[in-house]
């Protein structure tokens, strides 16, 4: 049995349901209300010590950290494949992988947001300058990624690999104020558009999760 604990808008949730989705793996889904605090309740951090979103509860396993549980995914449920087969190609990956999860989201989460206007008394305004700025810089290094490393109509190859699960969430956050430009970035829009013509990414997105809100 699979549970996971997200929110509709978390781009790290977003990822383990496209995920489970590619392996078509049911699952129930528990709504965490990041903007409410619920993560941050006794009972929850009784379940994820981080008191971060996404947790995976796969039977007695509690999972944390969303590139930890796409990895476990891939090794206990390795049906499609959503790693490559040779080291190299796995590499390439994961590489790519971790231009968002480790350049792009850190810097421009939730709670660094809320903790720059609250605690830090920036204006909306420099929120914004600031998650715009963090995300360019990484989509830019994405596009000479995968303009020159481009095999298919994925991040790599054919398929859709754990590239793309970790891209897509990422393209749809950009847009969280509505003044980010994609232009620069035409080889990560088409990817982007080739995932989202996959129900496991489109049937995944915020807007169409069960707790989704205007």
Known sequence: ?????????SSAAYRVRIALALKGLAYDQVSVHLRKGEHRT??????????LLPTLVHDD????????????LEEVFPAPALLP???LGRAKVRALM??????????????????LEREMGQELKTVETWYNH??????AALEDIVKTNHHGRFCYADEPSLADVMLVPQVVNAGRYGSFDYAPYPHVMRIYEHCMALPAFADTHPSKQPDAEG
């Open 61 to 72: 396993a509690v999972l944390m950290q969303s590139p930890a549980i796409l990895e476990y």
């Open 85 to 87: 087969s040779d080291a």
């Open 98 to 115: 971790n231009v968002v999860c480790c350049d792009i989201h850190p810097v421009n989460n939730l709670r660094i947001l809320q903790y």
């Open 42 to 51: 006794p009972q929850y951090r009784s379940i994820n010590p981080t008191q």
């Open 134 to 139: 963090w995300i360019a810089q990484g989509f």
């Open 1 to 9: 049995m699979l549970k996971l604990y997200g929110y509709f808008r």
